[in-house]
Every structure is written in C-alpha cells, then in structure tokens.
C-alpha cells in the first residue's frame, strides 16, 4: 500500500538556525499537509496546500514557516530562525481530490530545538 | 468547528470488543464524523468516517445516533495492536482538501 514518506526522522538544530523537513506524499494525491503535536499535546494542524498554493493556514503558520513543492514529488516545511518551542513532532499528510477523502499520513519527523 | 467530547481512556481485553463513544451535540447537518488513530510513534491513521448511516469497513465499524448527537466506533476484537489514541472528528463537508482538528481522543489499552 502506498504511503507518505519523511524525512529525516529526527532532526536536531541549534537555536536560530534554519530547519527543512521533507515530506514525500502519495503519488497521485493532490491535497497537502503539514501538522505538528508538542509533547503531551494535540495534533495541531499547520497549513494545506494545493495546485502549488496554500488554501489554509492556522496561526501557527506564521511568517517563520513556509512550505513548497519544489519538484513535483516533494513537499517541504521550512523554518526559519527556529525558537525552542519549534520543537514537536511535524507531520506530513497526502490526500486524494475528492470530498471527505481520508488523510494519509507520515510517521513524522521529530524535530528537537537546543 | 463544532466540537467533540471523547472519554480520556479506556481498557479493554485482548479478542473482546471495544466501543468507544463520541459526544457531538452541535454537529451541524453537514458535518462528517470521522475517526482516527494513532498509534505510539506513528502519524494518525484514517480508520472510518460516515454522516447518518451506520459504516462498516475492515479495521471497524461506526454507528451513529439517529439524532447525530453522538456516534460509537467499535473495534469488534480488540488486539494488542489496536492499543492507539483515537480521535472522533468533526469535518464539514468541502468539495476536498479541508483540515481535521484533533482533540484529545480516547487512549485505548488492550490487556492481553
């Protein structure tokens, strides 16, 4: 069975500095995802993204983070100048066009902000 | 978005089946219940979803009051691999493409 792909699975970065995560969706899926769960916490949904656009954003989305489809199979999340609090667990997910079609997602990338 | 109350935990014996309840009191008509899971170290995982119709699929069933008000997802024999957080959402229907808001879920433990 197809699935979403991350990468790396854990990713350690120093205050300050720029963090990528790479996401490889389900090949024909064309609705994009990207969340994140604090420790303990919910899952908190970050942005949507969509014929090479963000359709939704969440607060948290704010002009730290920025997310792109660079070559037709990747997705990216990138932060910029991460903060301590940067530091979860993101999650990319992948669905079909279509209504109420189920989210696939990734097993995540644990990212941890010294 | 309407919200959903979910019991904290639940345990339940190995090969016995496990209901879990979800409260939705200010669904609105077009909201879909959906269910997830995620399981320890995992992303969340689709399990069901429906609107008024009781649904059943591989991994479960869901039945859903006649009111909308609430809504069961039933694992009919528990294994050890279904010890996971699983959340109830409320997902208004959109053509695609619409988020899904976690709440807090119900931990489910399966003694073996």
């Known amino acids: 069975e197809p699935e979403v792909t991350q990468t790396p699975s854990h990713q350690v970065t120093q205050m300050g500095q720029e963090v990528i995560l790479r996401c490889v969706p389900i090949?024909?899926?064309?609705?994009f995802y990207w969340y994140r769960q604090i420790l303990g916490q919910k899952v908190e949904f970050l942005v949507s993204?969509?014929?090479?656009?963000?359709?939704?954003k969440s607060e948290i989305f704010d002009d730290q983070f920025s997310v792109e489809r660079p070559d037709g199979s990747n997705f990216t999340l990138k932060i910029r100048s991460t903060k301590l609090e940067d530091s979860a667990m993101y999650f990319c997910?992948?669905?079909?066009?279509?209504?109420?079609?189920?989210?696939?997602f990734g097993d995540g990338t644990r990212l941890s902000i010294l | 978005d309407a919200k959903t109350t979910q019991p904290n935990s639940m345990e339940s014996n190995e090969e016995e089946p496990v209901h879990l309840p979800c409260n939705h009191s200010?669904?609105?008509?077009?909201?879909?219940i959906h269910w997830y899971r995620q399981l320890p170290s995992q992303g969340p995982e689709y399990v069901i979803h429906g609107l008024t119709s009781n649904v059943n699929n591989r991994m479960a069933s869901l039945a859903i009051a006649e009111d909308r008000k609430s809504s069961t997802l039933i694992l009919h024999r528990a294994t050890l691999r279904d010890a996971a957080v699983y959340y109830c959402?409320?997902?208004?229907?959109?053509?695609?493409?619409?988020?899904?808001?976690f709440g807090g879920g119900t931990r489910v433990l399966v003694k073996p």
């Open positions: 997910a992948s669905s079909d066009s279509g209504a109420n079609q189920p989210q696939h």
């Open positions: 993204f969509y014929n090479n656009e963000i359709s939704e």
């Open positions: 090949s024909n899926h064309l609705y």
């Open positions: 959402i409320l997902r208004p229907y959109r053509a695609a493409g619409n988020k899904l808001t």
């Open positions: 200010t669904i609105s008509g077009t909201d879909y």
